[in-house]
T-cell receptor, first 114, second 112 residues
């Protein structure tokens, strides 16, 4: 069974469009994250939600809006896509019985903005 | 969070032990050392973490110096599938607000 899943795996779109990436975890974790990995392979945290509440919001343009309908889901909506948004986006989760020792990452969504 | 310094890349022969060093000279008393790895095109994977004692699990061993200013991740019998970027991260263990701050990591290339 997949622990952290993301859809879609690949997303190719035009500048100016609005798109969403979905993330689901079946680990019973309380905390979920979005990370961005750019073309230079730097991996940076964007957001974190704990029990559906936003707790980490890094310096991210407000075109990015995370939404957590429940503890198991954290979606990322991006408005007015720009070329610089092209990257791989990773979802992760942590918490539950193991505390915050280990983050489990999804397979990533490769976003290409043309 | 304290910063870490790792070599950019390392090679290791298949079947041999891979020893990946990490310097974290500004680590605080309540900060743990975490290791993650990222195999090409996959999400990062947790390997191990420790505070001051050496730790071992099914994947690797973590050796932390007595002054905690550096550590070494040991993969006892490296395989080709261990080729990946290895990240050494220091952070406080508990709390949902504790972020993982990834550096540039060490690209370990396991050679046949």
């Amino acid at each position: 069974d997949t622990a952290v899943s993301q859809t879609p795996k690949y997303l190719v779109t035009q500048m100016g469009n609005d798109k969403s990436i979905k993330c689901e975890q079946n680990l019973g974790h309380d905390t979920m994250y979005w990370y961005k990995q750019d073309s230079k392979k730097f991996l940076k945290i964007m957001f974190s939600y704990n029990n559906k509440e936003l707790i980490i919001n890094e310096t991210v343009p407000n075109r990015f809006s995370p939404k957590s309908p429940d503890k198991a889901h954290l979606n990322l909506h991006i408005n007015s896509l720009e070329l610089g948004d092209s990257a791989v986006y990773f979802c992760a989760s942590t918490g539950g019985g193991r505390g915050f020792d280990e983050q489990f990452f999804g397979p990533g969504t490769r976003l290409t903005v043309l | 969070d304290a910063k870490t310094t790792q070599p950019t890349s390392m090679d290791c022969a298949e079947g041999r032990a891979a020893n990946l060093p990490c310097n974290h000279s500004t680590i605080s008393g309540n900060e743990y050392v975490y290791w993650y790895r990222q195999i090409h095109s996959q999400g990062p994977q947790y390997i191990i973490h420790g505070l001051k004692n050496n730790e071992t699990n099914e994947m690797a061993s973590l050796i932390i110096t007595e002054d905690r200013k550096s550590s070494t991740l040991i993969l006892p019998h490296a395989t080709l599938r261990d080729t990946a970027v290895y990240y050494c991260i220091v952070r406080r263990a508990l709390g949902a607000t504790n972020k993982l701050i990834f550096g540039t990591g060490t690209l370990l290339a396991v050679q046949p």
